[in-house]
């Protein structure tokens, strides 16, 4: 087994399971209700708590720690993943732990009409084993930063541009990744994959 299409698993995080939810960039901030409240769902009607669910899922640490079906919720096809484990960090732009337009729901890029210039982030790590060609156990693991593109920023050819100067490959529109590493030493994968020429930092692509 070698590293899981990143896609399918960031989306598990930010669309199946705790509802998708877009602000009016000029919303207004007002009370917003926390976990602790016990009032928020998720997307599948399920009350969240602080600390981890039996899922993974720390949504009030914005973490998850588990294996990559878990981030699924076990489901059926993606079972050909199950050893794989996985490990993701984000901010409040990408998944609030609070709501704050009062819709029952954590909060997406709050005050931003989508992710773009939202200064919102992810990392996501993967690891596992699998059986090389000589019948022997290999490791691997891959691990990625992924940025909210800043609004001026451009894209060309499938590459994001910020002021000139190149950000990162395209993902989901308006997302890009900015570093990318990946260690297969069976295979002959050591360390870099790619990095961004403006450098691979989290929350200063804000705007």
């Not at 917003?32 to 708590?49: A, H, M, N, P, R």
């Not at 949504?59 to 878990?70: P, S």
């Amino acid at each position: 087994m070698k590293k899981v299409m990143i896609g399918f698993t960031v989306l598990a995080l930010v669309a199946f399971f705790v509802g998708i939810t877009t602000h009016d960039a000029s919303a207004q901030k007002q009370k917003c209700t926390t976990i602790q409240s016990g009032t928020l769902l998720s997307s599948d009607g399920t009350v969240l708590t602080t600390g981890y669910d039996k899922w993974g899922y720390n949504y009030q640490a914005h973490l998850f720690n588990g294996y990559y079906c878990d981030s699924y919720r076990d489901a059926a096809w993606c079972q050909p993943y199950k050893d794989v484990k996985l490990a993701m960090k984000w901010n409040d732009a990408w998944l609030s732990n609070q709501d704050c337009d009062r819709d029952g729901l954590l909060d997406r890029h709050y005050g931003f009409s989508s992710y773009i210039g939202s200064g919102a982030w992810l990392t996501n790590h993967q690891w596992g084993t699998y059986i090389d060609d000589f019948g022997k156990e290999a490791q691997w693991d891959w691990f990625v930063k992924i940025v909210a593109v800043p609004e001026n920023a451009i894209l060309i050819a499938g590459v994001w541009f910020v002021n000139g100067q190149e950000l990162g490959p395209e993902i989901w529109g308006g997302f890009a990744t900015v570093q990318s590493i990946y260690n297969d030493p069976s295979a002959g994968f050591h360390g870099k994959e790619y990095l961004s020429p403006v450098g691979p930092g989290l929350g200063k692509w804000k705007q």
